[in-house]
C-alpha cells in the first residue's frame, strides 16, 4: 500500500477552526480535545473529528522529535 504523505493536508478542510473553539472556550487544544473525546455525546461529530485529529497530530509530532 502507497502511504500519502500528503494526508494531513487533506485532513485539515478549516485550519484553526479547532484552536479558535479551544480559546473561546478558555482551553488549549490539547484540554478541548481530551474533553471532547471524553464525552463525544456533548459535542456534534465535527468536533470529535477534530478532537481526534488534534490527538493524532499531537502524537505525529513527538514521534518526529525523536
Same mark, same amino acid.
Given at each position: 500500500? /502507497?502511504?500519502?504523505?500528503?494526508?494531513?493536508?487533506?485532513?485539515? @478542510?478549516?485550519?484553526?477552526?479547532?484552536?479558535?473553539? %479551544?480559546?473561546?472556550?478558555?482551553?488549549?487544544?490539547?484540554?478541548?480535545? /481530551?474533553?471532547?473525546?471524553?464525552?463525544?455525546?456533548?459535542?456534534? @461529530?465535527?468536533?470529535?473529528?477534530?478532537?481526534?485529529? %488534534?490527538?493524532?497530530?499531537?502524537?505525529?509530532?513527538?514521534?518526529?522529535?525523536?
Amino acid at each position: 500500500m /502507497a502511504e500519502d504523505k500528503n494526508w494531513i493536508q487533506g485532513a485539515i @478542510k478549516h485550519p484553526g477552526a479547532f484552536t479558535k473553539k %479551544a480559546e473561546e472556550h478558555g482551553m488549549s487544544v490539547s484540554e478541548l480535545a /481530551a474533553k471532547v473525546t471524553d464525552n463525544p455525546d456533548e459535542y456534534d @461529530k465535527t468536533t470529535v473529528r477534530q478532537a481526534n485529529l %488534534a490527538k493524532t497530530l499531537k502524537k505525529l509530532r513527538k514521534h518526529k522529535g525523536k
